[in-house]
């Protein structure tokens, strides 16, 4: 069975500081790792996806996220944190297999304040 | 191009009643899968459609059934309703071959 872990409810940062939010996953075989974020009474939005390549790949709005294969952990990070970042963060993972489907954290609360 | 989009965006039921929820998958795309999101709570997979079948599906009883017509939009029905099942509900299409999942903007169901 596959599983997602955000270890952190909440997290707070000043406006401009780098922000990082934590995940780490579990999937049998090459895992699909997937960042979405969602606003308050919305859907998901798609931030950045990591399938294979590059362990650093870079999504919308200034977030990158960095895959760790022996940590099994797939970061969200961006540089400086604006206040509009502020939302619900979801890391989600799925098996390779056109089958596969996805499996969500239970996300992670990002504040940033002025 | 319209995303996905599902109706309506808000429904409340009555214990005991019946709900059906719609998606239209975003253009493209032939598979669709439900999630239920419960309060605090990331979602969970319900089933995915493909081809107008079921493909997969979760942890969720008999209660929960669903449909695929032959342009890809989906209908998730839920029969005797109990106060737990309020959740956003939420639909997500791909196209097959194609990695990441298109969400809409949800449901949400509240049953009283």
């Known amino acids: 069975a596959q599983s997602v872990a955000q270890p952190e409810d909440q997290v707070n940062v000043a406006e401009g500081n780098p922000l990082t939010v934590k995940c780490t996953y579990s999937?049998?075989?090459?895992?699909?790792l997937f960042w979405y974020v969602q606003y308050p009474n919305r859907g998901l939005q798609f931030l950045l996806k990591?399938?294979?390549?590059?362990?650093l790949v870079k999504g919308s709005y200034g977030f990158e996220a960095e895959f760790n294969k022996s940590q099994t952990s797939f970061h969200l990070k961006k540089p400086s944190a604006l206040v509009s970042d502020s939302a619900l963060y979801f890391c989600a993972v799925r098996g390779a297999s056109g089958y596969s489907t996805l499996t969500f954290g239970k996300g992670t609360m990002l504040l940033v304040s002025p | 191009d319209a995303g996905v989009t599902q109706s309506p965006t808000h429904l409340i039921k009555t214990r005991g009643q019946q709900v059906t929820l719609r998606c239209s998958p975003k253009?493209?795309?032939?598979?669709v899968s439900w999630y239920q999101q419960a309060l605090g709570q990331g979602p969970q997979f319900i089933f995915q459609y493909y081809e107008e079948e079921e493909r997969q599906r979760g942890n969720f009883p008999d209660r929960f059934s669903g449909h695929q017509f032959p342009n890809y939009s989906s209908e998730l029905n839920v029969n005797a309703l109990l106060l737990g099942d309020s959740a956003l509900y939420l639909c997500a299409s791909r196209e097959t071959g194609n990695t990441e999942a298109f969400f809409g903007q949800g449901t949400r169901l509240t049953v009283v």
């Open positions: 999937v049998s075989g090459n895992p699909y």
């Open positions: 990591y399938i294979t390549g590059d362990n």
């Open positions: 253009s493209g795309h032939d598979t």
